[in-house]
């Protein structure tokens, strides 16, 4: 049974930091490109992050650049998503997404993926 379980959200206040957590079973981890995808209120579905296999390559959303740091751990099976100098903007609930393959990587569409989590929400506000 595959399951990915997001942890690590809460309210931060502008400036501040937060490590999300993703941890899967039920599948090969080391084998698939895996996504942070976030939802903020009322938008639409925003790609975040991307890693590759083996840790690299890694990409991110312009908004997010320099300020994110997406990592995985391939023998525990988790992805991570260090966020510094956190803003307004990135109030949302975060997902990670393990990516179908030959599918672009900066996917926003939830059927490009073939796992999802439940999210875990992450709020900026002073």
């Known amino acids: 049974q595959v399951q990915l379980v997001e942890s690590g959200g809460g309210l931060v206040p502008p400036g501040g930091s937060l490590r999300l957590s993703c941890a899967t079973s039920g599948f090969t981890f080391g084998n698939y490109f895996l996504n942070w995808v976030r939802r903020a209120p009322g938008k639409d579905l925003e790609w975040v992050a991307f890693i590759g296999g083996g840790g690299s390559p890694t990409h991110y959303a312009p908004s997010v650049e320099g300020r994110f740091t997406i990592s995985r751990d391939n023998a525990k099976k988790m992805l991570y998503l260090q966020m510094n100098d956190l803003k307004p903007d990135d109030t949302a609930l975060y997902y990670c997404?393990?990516?179908?393959?030959?599918?672009?990587?900066?996917?926003?569409?939830?059927?490009?993926?073939?796992?999802w989590g439940q999210g875990t929400q992450v709020t900026v506000s002073s």
């Open positions: 997404g393990v990516l179908r393959p030959a599918k672009p990587y900066y996917s926003n569409n939830r059927a490009d993926y073939l796992y």
